[in-house]
């Protein structure tokens, strides 16, 4: 029990804490009641769409935590999988939130062009881990992203999330003409603008070895995320 207090708590600094056992801890719990209440109000495809954002990034934290916890058992193939995995989650969970607008702009689009989305991005997103000596690990099994991994993360982020969400977003404002709909599209892009800024936040965390960054970032990175969560849930989740 000692070793493992150690292993979790030493070389492990205090930001990195804060954000894997209490912001994620905290998100966990919110985005797990969000899903509830929207797939309780309605199940159609949006809805689901929505339902599988915040299920799946939920995922990618848990298992975050996971792996923190199980660092003191060294073994190398288990802890890299659990990172890959939780990575993973929270960076293909995006695509899911892209098809919650994309429906509500052409509820005509087909099932099938949205499996295909998934799994394309899907593949997308599996390449990035194919990347040469793109994470590295400490002895304590702290990640850091390589400068190289850190600048596709961010282009992949850009281009295949934030710059689609957003394009889509603008068009479906342009079809609202009640001034309600408008403000509650409005308040769901303030929520996806904080929640991209908190995802690019955590690429460069990851990446730099900037302890005044580390220490800011690992404050206000709960405020942000739930912020975001419940912003994107009041805007357009609640009630569509």
Known sequence: MERFYKLIFQGADFSRLIIVFVSQGILILLFSILAIRVIRRNRTRAHLALVMFYGIISIGFVLNIVYVLLGSTNNAVLLRTLYVLSSFFIAFSFVFNLI????????????????????????????????????????????????????????????????????????????????????????????????????????????????????????FALIFEVSAALLIYYGLGRKL
């Open 100 to 219: 919650f607008i994309i429906i509500l702009v052409r509820l005509e689009v087909s099932t099938r062009n949205l499996a295909i989305l998934v799994v394309v991005y899907g593949a997308i997103c599996l390449s990035l881990y194919l990347i040469p000596n793109g994470i590295s690990f400490s002895p304590t099994w702290v990640p850091t992203y390589s400068f190289t991994l850190f600048i596709v993360l961010c282009v992949y982020f850009t281009a295949f999330m934030t710059l689609p969400t957003l394009y889509f977003s603008f068009r479906l404002y342009r079809t609202f003409e009640a001034q309600n709909l408008k403000k509650r599209l409005r308040l769901y892009l303030a929520g996806f603008i904080i929640i991209m800024g908190a995802i690019y936040g955590a690429i460069y965390f990851i990446t730099t070895d900037n302890q005044l960054y580390k220490t800011i970032y690992g404050v």
